[in-house]
């Protein structure tokens, strides 16, 4: 038989023949390749075997079993190695959360295991007796069995994990043949239950490492520091050699001059570094190690930095930081799990342009490429074990959370926690960018978790340990906590965090998962952010998650995508668009969510206006750096909505945390609505950083003896001239003429139907009002109840319509309920349309609302209007799309736009693009200007996509622009929040209000004549 053991179902054989793991390092050929070098595809003791290999893919294990050589099966297609085969045109995708991808009955797998055999020949020159030969796997998915010449090697699992060989005895001179077999499922399939699709193959780097006889194995880097004397101590531990080498070091500072040389004796050895440069995300100064022997030299890059916690507050460098965090998944929309360095470094760069500062490797290790270039350009990274057993919340029904331990406290799987925390640690414990441990995700605890965290406490006592499963633990055994060096939560309310620092916490509080950022979101960042700032044991958090896990199924020619989620592959298990929850969207463009993330993030605060004295207090928010070393301030003066005063603010030295008042060269401040805008922008190109750069914003807006905006002011003036109105009734409409305008007022929905003014016709269909948004994700719970109220198909019931006259107005009072088919009412309104001889309305609404119904999504009246309705202008919040909890990334302002550019299209369709906090909006076509006005803010959408399409459709690239302009003009809209997977929606963002009053105006104003 071609497999005499089946090591895939055996979790006592997790790797056979598999070297011992250790620290990841690509030796060099001597010190000048060393210090010449960055790219190990060029180092000459590197081999890699990516490229085009040999494929064939079978439905099951079944088909190729009984073979008794592995030379005997055809292998006749061809795969990028390394690539998934899903995105290939093999088996097919599929998208699950929290279940299994296969029957749970550890450590069985179906027996129609989907698998493929990969082969590739390579040509090798060897010199058997002076070096040795190691394979080097940097990620399969879910195990693989591998052969040389035809000739069995061994067997290893953890998809993310390196897996090394020494294939010396294998290999020959000159052409060889490699031959490996992917299982898509093993035992280590119970572990791996994360949230992503569910992909499998060679998705990282396969590599021939050329080794000298007598070597280093592994080592182990500590630096230690002491911040008040400025100097460091590097100590350097060699763990494990093959043979006797001579060691020798050369050290070099970050400037590349050696500071310090000579032997490394005893395998020990302490440099001391005076004048030492710290390493943090801010100043990310990497020292150059060398250690050579007398066949190699291995090359560390490495950051002076010590992580401590103290009285419960997490320091690097003996200084509180703050977590600015983001849960990272490998994922690209044409690759799926492969990652390039060029998509690495797509990602950090634009983290680093949002002001992120850390990474939770969710849920898994990385490329060790990745810590690298975290190393390099400075980020504080969590990394994670490839463990997740959340699957089995869902084994019975109503066990749920009874049965999340199951795993965890069951010993039958400690050695395979074990095994999974080691891969995670023992590789990358020399990188400087790892701060801190996980232990996996979503796993309970229990005795595995326990005995786990002691031993990642054996490995490296130098950081600390998290692990969020331990709040899952049983209360009905006594658990041992005392390796976890964090209190870790997912989702709590801000109420629950309030309720920690009431009553004490004894370790530093993180929140690694926060902020769903599913579609339109997240919300209410703000509102932590307060509780980060406020406490010092609050260390940070971390958004669920970095970019939306979509995959492309078709390019436009426009540049649309299309793009895929759970349920669109013909899978039968599936959590649909559950995985589309970035702050980015596949292509790594910026959701509204990932804007509002950096403003709540930036690096300066303009936290006082001295409205007398002309003066702003500005606090540093970094943890260590001089904002005014990298960062210019420019500030912007504003009445109304017109700039009288731009200017950039000297900048003094501003250090970490450190809170100065500066003078603004402003005179008096006129009278009107003043706003003074903040900008903070990179003076020069820096790392990732581009000159330019705006890292956020302040604004303070200040009413100066006035309530409204001249503009307001100027087209709501009543003019006093009187002009006869010509009224007609019938039982249905209510008409209005004189000489420059003809309105029809419909009674029975008491708005109207159809709006003419100077011959030209502004409206022509019926305004309604409306309290039914498209649902974001984030209302994914409670649209259910939405529903069941009724609130999408909200009729209109006039009681009773009057009319009041007088010299230069017309009042008409409607009072009506709002009320769906087979419900009680939502709302009573009283509505007061006024008309002015000139043409101008006033809408006045008295509400009353059944506080027995749900909050509301929203209140409005919508405007169909002809499509040729493009350009708007508007005096509110802007430019980006913005919510009563989601305004961070916006500042009151005057901004103009297109219709069709207000939408923001997120790949499931839902509410969108609307705008807070305005007084004034226009939309204008060729010959007609529509303004509505208010005295009070208001909020408005203008779309070209009606709310029953977006709520219908299930893909973005299903809608269809219509022949049409939406206008709706928002009362208020209930907040984003971050519901679809985070605590319900604050109380104070709700629209739930007993009784409200709203009021604006509308004018339409001919513009051809």
């Not at 701060?435 to 006592?461: C, I, Q, R, T």
């Not at 003094?652 to 060269?665: P, R």
């Amino acid at each position: 038989m071609l497999l005499l053991n089946e090591y895939h179902e055996d979790i006592c054989k997790l790797h056979v023949n598999m070297m011992e793991r250790r620290s990841y390092y690509v030796p060099f050929v001597d010190t000048t390749e060393a210090i010449n070098i960055k790219d190990r595809n060029k180092q000459k003791n590197f081999f890699l075997l990516n490229g085009q290999w040999k494929f064939n893919y079978f439905n099951s294990l079944q088909l190729i079993k009984e073979f008794n050589d592995i030379n005997e099966i055809n292998v006749s297609d061809t795969i990028e190695v390394p690539s998934v085969w899903q995105l290939n045109g093999y088996d097919y995708n599929q998208y699950t959360n929290v279940k299994y991808p296969i029957p749970y009955n550890p450590p069985f797998v179906p027996k129609n295991n989907p698998c493929a055999i990969y082969k590739k020949e390579f040509d090798l020159e060897i010199q058997p007796n002076k070096y040795d030969y190691n394979i080097n796997f940097e990620g399969v998915d879910s195990c693989f069995y591998f052969w040389i010449n035809g000739m069995f090697v061994g067997y290893s699992q953890i998809s993310h994990s390196i897996s090394e060989f020494d294939v010396s005895k294998f290999l020959v001179n000159g052409k060889n043949t490699i031959t490996v077999l992917v299982l898509k499922w093993c035992d280590g399939t119970y572990f791996e239950d994360q949230d992503k699709f569910r992909m499998s193959g060679i998705f990282r780097d396969v590599y021939i490492l050329k080794r000298a006889k007598s070597r280093i194995v592994d080592y182990k880097i500590t630096p230690t520091i002491d911040v008040s004397d400025k100097t460091g101590k590097l100590n350097i531990e060699i763990l494990s050699i093959i043979g006797n080498p001579n060691i020798k070091y050369t050290l070099l500072n970050p400037s590349n001059d050696t500071i310090s040389s000579g032997n490394i004796d005893n395998n020990k050895l302490q440099i001391d570094i005076k004048e030492v440069e710290l390493w943090s995300a801010e100043s990310p100064s990497l020292y150059t190690l060398l250690i050579e022997t007398e066949g190699e030299v291995i090359k560390e890059r490495i950051g002076m930095r010590e992580v401590k916690i103290e009285d419960s507050i997490l320091k690097i460098n003996n200084t509180p930081i703050k977590l600015k965090g983001v849960n990272h998944h490998d994922s690209t929309p044409s690759t799926g799990y492969v990652v390039t360095y060029d998509d690495m470094l797509v990602d950090l760069k634009l983290m680093k342009e949002c002001n992120i500062n850390s990474i939770r490797t969710s849920h898994y290790p990385k490329s060790p490429i990745f810590y690298e270039l975290c190393d390099e350009y400075g980020f504080y990274v969590m990394n994670e074990a490839d463990i997740e057993t959340h699957g089995v919340v869902e084994l019975y029904g109503a066990g749920y959370l009874d049965n999340y331990n199951m795993i965890a406290d069951d010993k039958t799987y400690k050695n395979v926690i074990i095994d999974r925390i080691d891969s995670s640690i023992v590789p990358f414990k020399n990188r400087s960018c790892i701060f801190m441990w996980s232990l996996g995700n979503e796993s309970g605890f229990g005795v595995n978790f326990e005995s786990g965290a002691k031993y990642a406490k054996e490995l490296d006592p130098t950081r600390p340990i998290h692990y969020e499963g331990a709040y899952y633990a049983s209360k009905e055994r006594k658990n041992d906590f005392s390796n976890l060096d964090v209190i870790s939560r997912m989702y709590p309310s801000t109420d629950e965090i309030k309720d920690y620092f009431k009553n004490g916490i004894d370790k530093p509080l993180i929140l690694c998962e926060y902020a769903h950022a599913m579609g339109n979101g997240p919300g209410g960042l703000t509102d932590y952010d307060e509780l980060i700032q406020k406490h010092d044991q609050f260390a940070g958090a971390y958004v669920w998650e970095w970019c939306d896990h979509a995959i492309l199924i078709k390019e436009y020619e426009n540049d649309k995508k299309a793009y895929g989620y759970g349920g669109d592959f013909g899978e039968k298990n599936h959590d649909g668009n559950f995985c589309v929850d970035g702050l980015v969207y596949p292509d790594r463009r910026p959701h509204t969510g990932l804007l509002e993330y950096k403003n709540i993030n930036r690096p300066i605060r303009a936290l006082e206006f001295d409205q007398a004295n002309k003066k702003v207090k500005l606090k540093n928010m970094l943890d260590f750096k001089n904002v005014s070393e990298f960062l210019d301030v420019t500030y912007t003066l504003c009445l109304d909505d017109k700039v009288i005063l731009s200017n950039k603010l000297t900048l003094k030295s501003l250090n970490a945390k450190e809170e100065k008042w500066y003078d603004l060269k402003i005179s008096n401040l006129p009278v009107g609505i003043i706003t003074i805008l903040f900008e903070y922008s990179i003076k020069s190109n820096n790392a990732l950083y581009k000159k330019g750069i705006i890292l956020g914003h302040d604004q303070f807006i200040i009413k100066n003896e006035s309530e409204n905006i001249d503009s307001v002011k100027k087209l709501t003036k009543i003019n006093n001239t009187e002009e006869k109105f010509y009224i007609e009734g019938t039982l249905n409409e209510i008409k209005i003429m004189n000489s420059n305008f003809n309105y029809i007022y419909n009674k029975n929905t008491a708005t109207f139907d159809f709006i003419e003014s100077l011959d030209e016709v502004f409206i022509d269909a019926p305004m309604e009002f409306t309290i039914w948004r498209a649902p974001t994700d984030n209302d994914r719970k409670i649209k259910n109840d939405w529903i069941e109220a009724g609130f999408n198909q909200i009729t209109t019931n006039v009681y009773n319509t009057e009319i009041k006259e007088s010299s230069n107005k017309l009042e008409i009072v409607s009072y009506l309920n709002l009320i769906p088919p087979y419900r009680e009412k939502v709302l009573d309104l009283t509505v007061t349309w006024s008309i002015y001889s000139c043409g101008l309305i006033n809408c006045d609404i008295k509400a009353n609302k059944n506080m027995k119904t749900p909050f509301l999504p929203r209140f409005g009246v919508q405007l169909k209007l002809n499509k040729s309705y493009e350009d708007v202008s508007y005096f509110g919040f802007g430019p980006y799309e913005n919510y009563i909890d989601k305004n961070s990334s916006c500042y009151l302002g005057r901004f103009n736009s297109k219709v069709s550019e207000m939408h923001e299209d997120y790949i499931k369709p839902q509410e969108n693009g609307s705008h807070h906090f305005c007084r004034e909006v226009s939309i204008n076509n060729n010959s007609g200007k529509i303004y509505v006005l208010s005295e009070n803010n208001f909020a408005f959408n203008a779309s070209h996509f009606s709310i029953e399409q977006l709520t219908s459709e299930t893909h973005n690239f299903l809608l269809h622009e219509e022949d049409s302009t939406y206008l709706i003009i928002d009362y208020k809209q209930s907040g984003i929040g971050s519901n679809s997977c985070g605590p319900d929606l604050a109380e104070e963002y709700r629209l739930n209000e007993e009784e409200f009053s709203y009021n604006f105006y509308l004018k339409f104003v001919k513009t051809n004549i």
